[in-house]
């Protein structure tokens, strides 16, 4: 989509649907004062459409909310985040579509009225009702499953070019009007006081909401870092431009004498719109209404829709929500899961929410929420990037600020003064925590790792410096170790910190007498220091004087709060790794590595595994860790005993070519092979690799060990080994 294309969206989404919807119960609450309530949800709108500007700029990509939260805090801020978005854009659809179906309905009831003489009742019927909101549902699922569509241009412009008839037709039919009867129909201006008029408030922000959708389908817009806060910007001025005159008329010139805005609103809330136009338009006023609001609601149901699955294909794609939710058609190359999944929650919903209002109120708590932490994203995101984003927030951090604090207390207040709407909100919620926590969050803390360690940018966004510590004593795999230790940290963020161990002098040492120990430890920080030199690199060096040098460094990683312990190692046996690795609170790296070998010698990586996923996240780390820093191809084996069927065979091949794509995303192959010797399969396959990374088993909460495995292999494979042991 271009300019157009992406005002299309914000247009069809905002425009129309919900002032159509909601206008009768703004009125129907606070009274004329609808007009300041719906002026009051602008201002907030675009406060927060200037922090969209800026994130979206920055992040031009698919997802909203999602990919802020995503970018800028963790793995489960961002589920919360899209799960909140995904609902948002989903209850709005539910509200266009019962906006369009009881719309529909009217017209229905009219044509029999008009051809027949009178209309059957159970056209008005809630069955009905629910009948077409469903309809238009399915309908345009299938529409955006053969066509990812924009924001159906030409319904715009109809709904415009109709809004325009009645904003200058109510204006034609005021200028025999006196001030003093425009004053008697806008007074009392507060029916309700300041409760109505946050109320009301916290009704129908939802109908200036879908600037936000441009954000969700950022990813499938040309020059978005241009495009975008521009799209949003116009498509919300279009808005309160129709809106604030629109409402003025239908609260003046709408209002037969004799009666109130406030008065004819909740007698009719659905409808109040059209009858204020059948006053000063006659019939033709009353059709335009009900031509404008169907193709409101259609367009606002189509855009909420497109956005819904927009964000379940990125959160699936990410693992934060199932991942056949990212199938793509094969042919239309659309979401086809995506759009049915939103699709039937979009249903599921219709027939439970109870009417327009409560599905008013509780998109539009779930969109404060949205906004609120979008503002707080907003201003990290600012303070931790080093470029800044194309588009700037003005008056910042006032704005972000400013429209933060509005949208939580608006959202508060909705909360306790609809409890209806609080307690849907709070349902999806609990729904989304038990949801991660249960099946999702192994997965995409998994995909998670692999993002960070492919781009380290992603680690700074989110005010991360990790720390690798790497005890350094043997000056012969120095340099080996210090490569090793920059792969592990993500350059330009990450750290290493070279540790050397100088043990206390003996009994016989005697003063102004330089301690072996001491030009031992000099030697090895030497060549540590030059070949990070050689290599262009600046780690940091520390030397630490203790009797023993294992809870020297048990002691310095916890103080310096290190990520990843880096080990080299030329006996896998060791008696006291046990110890150390059960001892630190970090994941820890042992390399068991031939003289002379180095980390720019790795092409090909085997990675032997039984398919349990049990270091899966710090092995996705350091897999994108080593991807990043050159090109090289990553194959995930696992030997299974000969006894095992093709079925069992095919199914480990599927599971672990997930895991492989999890883990290292298009660079890895999965290779599933029977043999009974398993040791003995994979040292021979490892002979046509330069590196093979292993896992060291867990045994209990807080210890960990060697298994059988990993010594064996160390010692029996000819190329050199990473062994990983997680943190608990």
């Known amino acids: 989509m271009g300019l157009v294309g992406a005002i299309g969206v914000g247009i069809g989404a905002i425009v129309g649907g919900g002032i159509l919807a909601l206008a009768g119960v703004a009125f129907a609450t606070t009274g004329p004062g609808a007009l300041a309530v719906f ?9 927060t459409a200037l922090s969209f500007a800026e994130m979206s700029s920055a ?22 985040f899209g799960w909140v978005g995904w609902f948002a854009s989903i209850v709005a659809g539910v509200l266009y579509a019962l906006g369009f179906a009881s719309y529909a309905a009217i017209a229905l009831q009219e044509c029999g009225r008009l051809l027949f003489g009178a209309a059957p009742k159970w056209l008005g019927g809630n069955a009905v009702v629910t009948a077409l909101a469903v309809g238009a549902t399915a309908c345009y699922a299938f529409g955006l499953i053969r066509k990812s569509a924009g924001g159906g241009n030409w319904i715009n412009f109809g709904k415009m070019a109709v809004f325009a008839v009645l904003i200058i037709g109510g204006a034609w039919a005021l200028i025999g009007s006196s001030l003093g009867d ?34 969700a389908v950022a990813g499938e817009v040309r020059t978005p870092e241009r495009t975008l806060p521009r799209a949003m910007l116009l498509s919300l001025a279009a808005a309160l431009c129709i809106y604030l005159p629109l409402l003025f008329v239908i ?29 000063f338009l006659g019939e033709t006023g009353f059709w335009l209404v009900l031509i404008a609001a169907i193709l409101s609601m259609l367009s606002a149901l189509q855009a909420n829709l497109l956005a819904a699955s927009r964000v379940a294909l990125t959160m699936a794609r990410d693992r934060t929500l199932p991942a056949p939710i990212g199938e793509v058609h094969i042919r239309y190359r659309t979401p086809i899961t995506a759009i049915g999944v939103s699709a039937l929650t979009m249903v599921i919903l219709l027939l439970v929410v109870p009417d327009v209002a409560a599905a008013g109120a509780a998109a ?106 790497v005890p350094v004593a043997n000056p012969q795999n ?56 050689t290599a262009g690199l600046s780690p940091e060096a520390l030397m630490t004087i203790a009797p023993q040098p294992w809870p020297e460094i048990v002691r310095v990683s916890r103080v310096h709060r290190c990520e990843s312990l880096l080990l080299g190692l030329s006996d896998v046996n060791s008696a006291y790794l046990e110890d150390l690795i059960s001892s630190v609170a970090c994941d820890v790296v042992v390399l068991h590595a031939p003289s002379g070998w180095h980390m720019a010698h790795v092409h090909r990586v085997l990675v032997p595994t039984r398919g349990m996923g049990a270091h899966d996240k710090f092995r996705a780390r350091l897999l994108g860790s080593l991807c990043r820093t050159g090109d090289r191809e990553v194959t995930f084996l696992q030997v299974l005993p000969e006894r095992e069927g093709e079925l069992q065979c095919e199914r480990a091949q599927r599971r ?24 003995e399969e994979i040292a021979r396959r490892a002979d046509h690799f330069d590196l093979v990374v292993l896992g060291l088993e867990r045994i209990g909460k807080n210890r960990r060990r060697f298994g059988q495995l990993a010594p064996v292999l160390a010692q029996r494979i000819n190329c050199a080994t990473i062994m990983i042991s997680r943190r608990d």
């Open 478 to 533: 120095a340099a080996a170790m210090v490569a090793v230790a920059h792969a592990l940290a993500p350059p330009g963020v990450g750290r290493v910190l070279l540790l050397s161990v100088v043990a206390a002098p003996g009994e016989g040492w005697q003063a102004g007498e330089s301690p072996r120990s001491l030009r031992d430890t000099q030697a090895v920080l030497r060549e540590a220091v030059t070949a990070s030199f």
């Open 182 to 215: 425009m004053r008697a129909s806008l007074t009392p201006f507060f029916t309700q006081g300041a409760a109505g008029f946050f109320q009301a408030m916290g009704y129908t922000f939802i109908a200036l909401q879908g600037f936000d959708l441009i954000a």
């Open 39 to 47: 002026a009051a949800n602008g201002a907030i709108a675009v406060l």
């Open 251 to 279: 609260a003046t010139a709408g209002v037969p004498p004799g009666q109130s805005i406030g008065g004819l609103s909740a007698e009719h809330p659905e409808v109040v719109v059209a009858l204020a136009a059948r006053h």
């Open 364 to 469: 539009s708590l779930i969109f404060l929420i949205s906004f609120a932490l979008t503002h707080w994203t907003s201003i990290l995101a600012r303070t931790r990037r080093q470029t800044p984003a194309p588009f700037h927030t003005p008056f910042f951090p006032l704005i972000p600020v400013v429209g933060g604090v509005c949208c939580a207390g608006l959202a508060l207040f909705q909360a306790v003064s609809v409890p209806t709407a609080g307690l849907i909100s709070a349902v999806w919620l609990g729904l989304g925590g038990l949801l991660y926590w249960a099946l999702l969050a192994r997965r995409a803390r998994v995909v998670d790792a692999s993002a960070e360690a492919l781009d380290p940018q992603l680690l700074q966004m989110r005010g991360r410096s990790p720390l690798v510590l």
């Open 59 to 80: 992040f031009p990509e698919s997802g909203g909310t999602y990919t802020y939260a995503k970018k800028v805090l963790s793995v489960r801020s961002a589920f919360a």
């Open 656 to 679: 672990l070519a997930q895991f492989a794509d999890e883990e290292v995303p298009n660079r890895a192959a999965a290779l599933v092979v029977r043999h009974d010797k398993p040791l």
